[in-house]
């Protein structure tokens, strides 16, 4: 999935029986500004990888704040 861009339409995937699995969330700068994003693809079933040096400034701050978050939130 692009970082600039939001997933493709995810329910046709679960309809083929997969399970999506996001990796690197919080890279997604469209979803930065508001966490309900995170929260809508929790509840239909999204899975979230998240890259261990986002938790550090390897990526940037911004990056490392939305990681934190994510996890603070158990998403």
Request: aromatic content about 14%.
């Amino acid at each position: 999935m692009s970082y600039f861009n939001p997933p493709i339409n995810l329910f046709e995937i679960q309809l083929k029986g997969y399970k999506p699995i996001l990796a690197h969330p919080e890279r997604y700068n469209f979803y930065h500004n508001d966490l309900k994003n995170y929260y809508k693809l929790k509840k239909v079933g999204c899975l979230f990888q998240l890259n261990l040096l986002s938790l550090t400034e390897r990526y940037g701050k911004n990056v490392q704040k939305i990681s934190r978050k994510l996890i603070e939130k158990k998403l």
